[in-house]
């Protein structure tokens, strides 16, 4: 890997995120020679509101792939806020332009540092992104858990997810927490669809949500399964039949995973933004519900 050029990508937030920041690097390996991809976690030194650094697996696993690959991260914030430094003096550091969008200079010069979150689907195509997310997963948790084992009378399954937590306390985050009705205007749908189903509920609020799905139709994952975590969660969420998303990256790599016809999402993710402004967000074929 000496001789291979080298691209650092900034990785932050939760594991949804960290998915989309891992899925840049492989299709960036995917459309460029001699590259490698390094993931900078340093930021995990300092960020606690999440589960911190989640790769690990998903890195060793794409190595089987393609070698040019690894994590790492700067002995100091000095260093790291040196080297940001150099990528942009040197005209070499892609911040993320438009978020939600495809940007099409990722490909066009030879960056040195990138940061951003990358949410769209598009850098997941004709590549093994999610080949090599499904292979971790399911060597972590299929003998624990499988489709059939969630399936009630042999009715399919559709994962419901209700995102509160940091939305709730951090008002500054940009995201607005979806109404119940938003839930419930989904669960009517895939009702009215005359598909046999039951609803599994995932959520980092139960208490709060058990009041509002008391249904004959609904399941709460917190009252079947043990307390997990988001990967053991979307693990679960991906060997449903149909997801109704949450305006979270998590559920929408559950509804990724699944490959299904049954996804659901909300037309409204933000506050602040409309939803031409995230055109490349969703697959063409997920039903979006107004809220």
Known sequence: M????????????????????????????SKLSNVEIRYDKSNFKLETTHEGFLLNDF??????????????????????????????????????SVPYQYQNDLLTKRWIYLSGYWQTYKYLQGNSTIEIINDVLKSKYSNLYHNKDIK????KIIAVHVRRGDYLHNKN???GILPIQYYINAMNFIRKKNIECRFLIFSDDYEYIKKFFDYKDCAIAIDLYESGSAMRDLYLMSICDGMIS???SLS???????ESDNVITPTKW?????????????????IKIEI
């Not at 040019?68 to 940001?84: D, R, T």
């Not at 009630?152 to 009715?155: A, D, Q, S, V």
């Open 270 to 286: 933000f506050l602040d933004r409309n939803e031409s402004q995230m055109k490349d967000l969703f697959p063409s074929k997920w």
């Open 152 to 155: 009630i009378n042999n009715k």
């Open 246 to 248: 949450a305006n979270s």
């Open 252 to 258: 929408w790599w559950g509804g990724i995973l699944q």
């Open 173 to 175: 985050i940009g995201y």
């Open 59 to 96: 890195i060793n696993q794409a190595r089987n792939y393609n070698n040019n690959c690894c994590s790492f991260e700067y002995k100091s914030h000095l260093i790291k806020k040196i080297n940001y430094a150099f990528a942009w003096m040197t005209n070499c550091l892609c911040v993320e």
């Open 2 to 29: 000496e001789n291979n050029f080298k691209i650092v990508i900034e990785l932050s937030g939760g594991l949804g995120n960290q998915l989309f920041q891992f899925g840049v690097g492989i299709y960036l390996l």
